[in-house]
């Protein structure tokens, strides 16, 4: 055997279970595509602008306990989200006053409900109320948005467990970005003797009872990595995705209830251009009206939200669109992308010219093109109750998964969620090798 245990991808999930398991102490290698770690977390440092672009993940929603600890371990810290949120209406920007836990509170009834049904379907009927019809706008604006889910595919009922369980709208951000909290997590694993291989996609996954065997591709050959049990973090767009460059063969091939279960859960779609200007100059114009802006949002331009870096100080500001609106600007180039959010910024503070004078440059990213992605961060599916559950069960004491899908507390879609669900993954293999162990012994 090469190892105890083989970890498929180094982001945070696989990060985190590979440190826990090298702390029992036990063989771990980690084998990753991509040739960096962080997985959906990409700083990338513009040289222009002092503040890292983001971009995958970005914030820290709600308490995410194991995010702040690892924060602080690495002698960093974060900052809490905080500013004013304007809403384009009626031809002018007014600040926004609402707020999101009516729209919450909407899905309550859902919850109940004796057959699942689309988000679609749900918010229709209270839109069609005018009781309310503002909650549900509001309530299908964020699931688009908050959630980078299509309504119309989503399922009320695990939308309406999700919030309710454990989504925390509050958020923070890392100071400095998410880079040294991985860099910190990637020497933590070095240190305790854990071997990190990037540019190595593993293509197939031969495994027994007690046995697994990884074949990967790299630059120049392939790698064969044999270890006695194995935890796959996979997204699950790319678990799910047959004859793709990223695509795993199992032999055997997953149980039909796994598969069944990654039937269900979609791959949300996001598009983020992370744009950076010569100046804030949107905290000057009108006499800084907009100086402590968080939030814009300006439904019916390509991308409906945008947000600064406020409490902090930046030049940098991020343009969002999720679910459907995501959809319509697939396929579109690069520098289309950046000069669609760039023009949509300029509209929606009516300076146009200001934004094209202010403008330095742009950079993005299309994860639901990134064949080890697939998609921003994952949600479920009209029929798919209890699958984050099925997904993140292990098979036979040999193979575990884990990542942001199998997250069953409410936290899927975010750093901490994926963090969590790795350490579960570390401490269900460790369980299961030590068992073993003992078993081989009596025998």
């Not at 933590?188 to 996609?201: K, N, R």
Request: proline content about 4%; charged content about 25%; aromatic content about 8%.
């Amino acid at each position: 055997m090469d190892a105890d245990v083989i970890v498929i991808g180094a982001g945070a999930a696989g990060l985190a279970a590979a440190r826990r398991l090298a702390a029992r102490p036990l063989r771990v290698i980690v084998l990753e595509a991509r040739d960096r770690i962080g997985g959906r977390v990409w700083s990338y440092s513009a040289a222009r602008c002092g503040t890292p672009a983001e971009l995958g993940a970005e914030f820290i929603h709600g308490r995410a306990e194991l995010t702040r600890r690892l924060l602080r371990d690495a002698g960093l810290s974060a900052v809490e989200a905080a500013g004013e949120t304007w809403t384009y209406a009626d031809g002018a920007l007014k600040r926004h006053e609402g707020d999101f836990t009516l729209a919450a509170n909407l899905f309550d009834a859902a919850r109940t409900l004796a057959v699942d049904e689309s988000v679609d379907t749900f918010l229709r009927r209270c839109e069609g109320d005018p009781a309310t019809r503002q909650a549900a706008a509001a309530a299908r604006a964020f699931v688009e948005g908050f959630d980078a889910a299509d309504p119309a595919i989503a399922s009320v009922r695990a939308i309406a467990e999700e919030w309710r369980s454990g989504v925390d709208f509050a958020a923070a951000r890392p100071v400095g970005g998410y880079r040294p909290m991985f860099e910190y997590l990637r020497d933590a694993c070095v240190a305790a003797g854990v071997e990190i291989c990037l540019s190595a996609t593993v293509r197939r996954l031969s495994w027994r009872r007690g046995a697994v065997t990884a074949e990967a591709s790299r630059a120049g050959g392939r790698r064969t990595v044999r270890a006695r049990a194995a935890i796959l973090t996979l997204p699950a767009g790319v678990l799910r995705r047959g004859g793709d460059e990223a695509a795993v063969a199992f032999e055997p091939g997953l149980p039909s209830a796994k598969r069944k279960a990654l039937e269900t859960i979609e791959m949300g779609r996001a598009v983020k251009v992370v744009l950076w200007f010569r100046t804030a100059f949107w905290e000057r114009i009108q006499n800084g009206r907009f100086r402590d802006a968080a939030f814009f949002r300006f439904e019916g331009q390509p991308f409906p939200a945008y947000w600064t870096q406020v409490p902090l100080r930046s030049r940098l500001v991020v343009a969002w669109a999720g679910g459907p609106q995501a959809g319509a600007l697939s396929g579109l180039a690069e520098a289309e992308l950046i000069e669609r959010a760039r023009a949509g910024f300029g509209a929606v503070l009516n300076e146009p010219e200001l934004a094209h004078e202010e403008f330095e440059g742009g950079r993005t990213h299309d994860w639901s093109r990134d064949p080890f992605a697939r998609g921003a961060y994952s949600y479920v599916a009209v029929g798919g109750a209890c699958a984050r559950e099925t997904l993140g069960a292990p098979i036979d004491g040999t193979l575990f998964f884990a990542g942001e899908a199998t997250s069953t507390d409410g936290q899927s879609g975010t750093v901490n969620g994926a963090l969590d669900t790795g350490e579960r993954a570390a401490i269900e293999a460790a369980a299961a090798l030590e068992a073993g162990a003992f078993r081989g012994r009596d025998a």
